[in-house]
């Protein structure tokens, strides 16, 4: 009998992740330039308020970002929520600076400013520093997806992971960042109803009250404040390594993207804290551990398949982004051909090649908190974009970060540097002294009057 539920459950997962993709690759625009492939133009239209706005929230609410959500919120409570949720200060950041660079600089990409303002070798680091994230979101997005399927490594966890790369790879070859925007808005639908579903049948099960819920833990450096102090300190760097938010600030009218991007992080934070309750719901009922798939034990096999479904959603929308921004990199900002040919390419070697991290069982945590340090450089750079400064200027800061980061993943700081307590001290005292390393290394050669 067990066995019966769990083939019809597996069925319907199957059935969620082949039906959605199906659906979106009939759907999907046919892209026949390369404005519509690279730029989402269409017929000299660019996405509106409404477009851009939804598509920078679901391409930010990443599979991997709800159940990280969820596991913050478990450990943590509301404090774990709200944690996860100050990344999203990234969109005010990045929505501002995008705006002055556009409407006081006349900049008409990140590459571009780069390029212009440091030279050719600083557009080709950071060319490597975007292109390590976008492999990251690759991997840690169907890593996400292939858990629900089996055990890593087994074969249900591989193959659920390449039908569901495959098929989504398939509409994003159709027709690029068109494609991309043109699923976001279908995926942010249906994100938003199986969001309110599932909270309000938690809320119906559960023997917690909504107000338990969300005032569960307490506001201290025990308990979560580093992790939100690290975030908001992130959020002048982070946004700048993701081309997947980078390259919709330069598609829509300037005035249109600022607000975008305001809207976008103020939903997509509470969105996000959202999802963090559901983690708290599990620690309130008895739940022996974070993984969202043992929440089907407490309230069903229907709540966990509206899970699945949320993280194939999710997951779908940050990849097929993902595909876009890669494609976009390689042939428009690195001058390899802007023609859809080249786009397409690079988009399949860029799947094939963001799936070989599988194979070795790395981290989804360590794909956002070590890559944020390792792009701490990138805070004065374009803090004080519009500030003369020598090429030197921006090695230096962004090699900073780089050996900070590392140093982060070798885990070599002595704890004597860490002047709170609790998770993650470790990263927000690494985070502050990297930034004071960045600023100085940044500034110091333009006092000097280096060329």
């Known amino acids: 009998m067990v066995g019966a539920i769990e083939d019809n459950f597996k069925f319907w997962q199957w059935t969620l992740v082949i039906a959605t993709s199906v659906l979106l690759i009939l759907l999907s625009p046919w892209a026949k ?32 970002s709800i159940a990280v959500a ?16 100050s990344y999203y200060a990234s969109f005010l950041v990045a929505g501002v600076i995008i705006y002055r660079m556009r409407t006081k600089g006349g900049i008409t990409s990140i590459h571009s400013f780069l390029n212009e303002k440091f030279g050719r070798q600083a557009l080709q680091l950071f060319s490597v520093v975007i292109a390590i994230r976008l492999f990251n979101e690759v991997w840690s997005n169907t890593m996400v997806i292939g858990y629900f399927f089996g055990e890593y490594g087994t074969v249900p966890f591989y193959s659920s992971v390449i039908v569901f790369t495959v098929l989504t790879l398939v509409y994003s070859l159709k027709g690029g960042l068109s494609s991309s925007i043109f699923s976001d808005l279908i995926q942010i639908g249906l994100f938003g109803i199986l969001m309110i579903s599932i ?4 809320n119906g099960q559960s023997e917690s009250t909504i107000g338990e819920v ?19 300190l992130h959020s002048f760097s982070y946004p700048f390594h993701d081309p997947v938010m980078t390259d919709r600030g330069f598609i829509s009218k300037p005035k249109t993207t600022l607000w975008s991007f305001i809207f976008a992080g103020i ?3 509470l969105l996000i804290f ?27 096999p229907l709540m966990l398949l509206m899970i699945n479904f949320i993280m194939i959603v999710s997951a779908s929308s940050t990849l ?19 023609t859809l040919k080249v786009g397409r390419w690079s988009m399949l070697i860029f799947a094939i090649a963001g799936s070989i991290p599988l194979f070795f069982d790395p981290k989804i945590l360590s794909a956002t908190t070590i890559s944020g340090v390792m792009v701490i450089g990138l805070t004065p750079i374009f803090l004080f974009w519009k500030t003369p400064a020598p090429k030197i200027s921006y090695f230096l800061s962004v090699i900073v970060g780089i050996v900070f980061g590392i140093m982060t993943a070798l885990d070599l700081f002595p704890e004597q540097m860490f002047f709170t307590s609790g998770p993650y001290n470790d990263l927000l005292w690494i985070t502050l002294f990297a930034l004071i390393m960045c600023f100085i290394v940044y500034f110091v050669p333009k006092w000097l009057k280096f060329k």
């Not at 969820?70 to 949720?85: I, K, N, R, V």
């Not at 969300?214 to 908001?232: H, M």
């Not at 097929?320 to 001058?335: M, Y």
């Open 199 to 202: 909270l309000v049948i938690f």
């Open 70 to 85: 969820s596991d913050l919120g478990f450990e943590h409570g509301f404090t774990g929520g709200l944690a996860y949720a």
């Open 214 to 232: 969300i005032t569960e833990g307490d506001f201290s450096f025990d308990n979560g404040i580093n992790l939100i102090l690290v975030g908001l």
């Open 320 to 338: 097929d982004s993902s595909f876009s921004s890669a494609s976009k990199l390689i042939a428009v900002d690195l001058k390899r051909g802007a």
């Open 33 to 64: 330039n390369a404005k519509q492939f690279f730029a989402a133009s269409s017929k000299g239209k660019s996405p509106n308020f409404g477009m851009l706005t939804g598509s920078l929230v679901i391409s930010w609410v990443f599979a991997k």
């Open 267 to 269: 939903l997509g934070g």
């Open 274 to 300: 959202a999802f963090s309750l559901v983690g708290i719901f599990g620690r309130l009922n008895g739940a022996e551990s974070s993984d969202l798939t043992t929440f089907g034990t407490l309230f069903g």
